[in-house]
């Protein structure tokens, strides 16, 4: 059985680490493999996690970008020629700006190293910072030219080092832009005046500028073309900072990390101003299919990527996402049962006086049960985890029936064998084998049931014990009314018939107890079958909210790609970009559709799994009792 942690059930889980940890190590026969250490503290951070990952060439003082991000030294800086980041290294620290949000840092080994000897291992690096990242920075020195573009090769190498699904076919690099993180180009040591044409621009007007297409069919203009048509494409969402060089000395960037920001030029300083806050400020969690996900699902996804690597095949978001989910949600319901549990022999004491303590406590543990679930569990968009976590709270509760039960049981047969000592003492001595002895046995069991059925804490069994145990004495009731000589035929005829009337009665009490059992657990059953509708659909309308906002930022810029393109002269591209903006929004539309009429699709499909189940369910707690 799963144990319910409490830790996880705070209201946030913020991890801080005091230094960057390896996550990814690049091992020395150039295989990438997961640092489980690591990844078990990253599996910790149980908030959503806005991730930030720099990618660029080796010795172009990535890692010192990211110290600026932690707002203190971690990350190792080099001077000299050699890279000092090896694999990818992570360091987790409090959002600064968002609650219950962790930052994630990710620091990549430098792209190009010579002493790697292995050009695919660089395009694995960038590869995995895209798919784990929500905000990827490419940095780069100098100014953005056809060289430092030809430099950003990998990024026209995804398609074949991504997938989307693991039965694509077909281009999904189309679609890339779906789950690819927002883009910021980090100029580093920029000289030049931000001037194209004498007009003066902006950081961003300059990065889309050096993105322009140039037109021709041509070797050579397909080339220059690739790059800035991929970058356009995955990452329709991106931005551009030009930073000035931070001291005029050479030698000082040796010591750069050292020096405190007095010693920094004020440009630098007030370019570093500018990085920070967009990246704090419009950096969003990182999500897949349109949900936010914690620390632990992003080392799940991460070792699935890299899993996927070290077999010889290409990570496949789609795969991964199975994967993780359902250990994730496998997860969820022992967790969600586990708390159920827990609160439910935190509240109750058996046996209860009447089925509706019980019943309440049910509907109270059942309700955070099933919210803690829906906290944990991802991607159940058909809920059949869902079906599955409610079918074992039903489970569990029907054990909690049967306990109080049991324990009604146990207590009513100890009070009943502790009342009924002195007439068995008596029989066992014959003082009832007399004339008018069957007044005194009738006088004393009379005394015995107004006593136990004034005690307390007998349970919801009390009726049905007591007729069973009237029952077991009826042959000793029998032989005391046949001993008495002081009664004629006809009495004796009488006091039989008497005895099976208040036999009768005790029955239809029992039979009475009976009902309002099965009464309150199908009441039961029509309160929760209610609660998990609301709930479900709740959900289900979240869900569509989130997908239909992803959906429509994504058509967006998809609009803005096209009016580029149209402004550019590149009225082909423009006119296969609209069909693809025609595509999506025909999608939507049927989205819209099948979400219309109060929550359809999906969520008529999860109906029909669990209605069917509600029958078996009150089956499960309505079973025949013996007759008394």
């Known amino acids: 059985m799963a144990t319910y942690n409490s830790d996880d059930h705070s209201a946030t889980s913020t991890s801080s680490w005091d230094q960057p940890r390896c996550l990814i190590e690049s091992t020395r026969d150039g295989q990438l493999e997961i640092n489980d250490q690591t990844l078990s503290m990253l599996q910790q951070i149980t908030d959503s996690v806005v991730v930030v990952a720099v990618v660029g060439l080796y010795r172009t003082g990535k890692s010192y970008l990211m110290n600026r991000l932690a707002g203190r030294p971690g990350f190792d800086l080099g001077s000299t020629v050699q890279s000092k980041t090896k694999g990818i290294w992570v360091w987790a620290a409090r959002h600064p700006t968002r609650r219950n949000c962790s930052l994630l840092l990710l620091d990549t080994e430098g792209l190009g190293d010579v002493e790697k000897g292995d050009a695919n291992h660089d395009t694995w690096i960038f590869a995995l910072a895209v798919l784990l990242s929500s905000t990827l920075i490419y940095n780069s020195m100098g100014t953005i030219d056809q060289n430092s573009l030809e430099k950003l090769h990998f990024v026209t190498e995804m398609a074949e080092h991504i997938k989307i699904k693991s039965n694509g076919s077909d281009d999904e690099s189309v679609d890339f832009d779906k789950f690819f993180p927002s883009f910021v180009w980090a100029v580093r040591d920029f000289t030049l005046d ?238 009832y084998a007399c004339p008018g002895g069957y007044e005194v046995y009738r006088r004393n069991v009379d005394l015995l049931i107004r006593k136990y059925r004034d005690s307390p804490r007998k349970g919801i069994m009390s009726e049905e014990v007591l007729c069973e145990f009237m029952k077991q004495q009826e042959p000793t009731s029998a032989a005391v009314l046949k001993a008495d000589e002081k009664l004629t035929e006809e009495t004796k005829k009488v006091e039989e018939e008497k005895q099976r009337a208040e036999a009768s009665e005790r029955q239809k009490r029992a039979a009475e107890e009976e009902v309002r059992k099965k009464e309150q657990l199908i009441e039961d059953q029509k309160k929760s079958f209610e609660d998990h509708i609301r709930r479900v659909e709740t959900q289900a309308e979240e869900d569509r909210k989130k997908m239909r906002e992803d959906c429509e930022k994504v058509l967006e810029k998809r609009m ?49 799994k669990f209605i069917p189940i509600v029958p078996a369910l009150i089956d499960a707690f309505i079973r025949p009792r013996k007759k008394c």
Do not use: W
């Not at 569990?396 to 207590?411: D, G, L, M």
């Not at 939507?588 to 499909?605: L, T, V």
């Open 194 to 431: 931000l001037v194209i044409d004498g007009k003066t621009v902006t950081e961003d007007e300059y990065l889309e500028h050096a993105l322009k297409l140039k037109s021709g069919a041509g070797r050579k203009v397909q080339d220059y073309n690739l790059p800035r048509e991929c970058i356009r494409t995955y990452f329709p969402r991106r931005k551009c900072f030009a930073f000035p060089r931070p001291v005029e000395e050479a030698s000082s960037l040796k010591i750069l990390e050292s020096l405190k920001d007095s010693q920094l030029k004020p440009e630098f300083l007030k370019e570093a101003d500018k990085f920070l806050q967009h990246v704090f400020d419009s950096t969003q969690p990182k999500s897949v299919n349109g949900r936010s996900i914690n620390g632990r699902l992003l080392g799940g996804l991460a070792r699935c990527y890299v899993d996927a690597i070290r077999n010889g095949a290409v990570p496949c978001i789609q795969s991964a996402v199975e994967s993780t989910a359902k250990l994730e949600n496998e997860r969820a319901i022992k967790e969600s049962v586990a708390l159920y549990e827990k609160r439910f022999t935190e509240t109750v004491k058996f046996p209860t006086e009447t089925m509706l303590e019980v019943s309440n406590c049910h509907h109270v543990c059942q309700k955070e049960a099933a919210e803690y679930f829906m906290k944990l569990a991802i991607f159940d968009a058909d809920k059949t985890y869902y079906q599955r976590m409610m079918e074992e709270l039903a489970a569990s509760y029907e054990s909690f029936v049967k306990e109080n039960e049991t324990s009604s049981q146990r207590a009513c047969h100890s009070l009943l064998r502790s009342l009924h000592k002195p007439i068995d003492d008596d029989f066992e001595t014959g003082k």
């Open 560 to 608: 803005q790609e096209q009016e580029r393109l149209l402004k550019e002269g590149f009225d082909q591209r423009a006119n296969d970009m609209k069909a693809e903006i025609d595509g999506l929004r025909q999608t939507m539309k049927e989205q819209e559709k099948d979400n219309s009429g109060g929550g359809a699709g999906g969520f008529f499909d999860f109906l029909g």
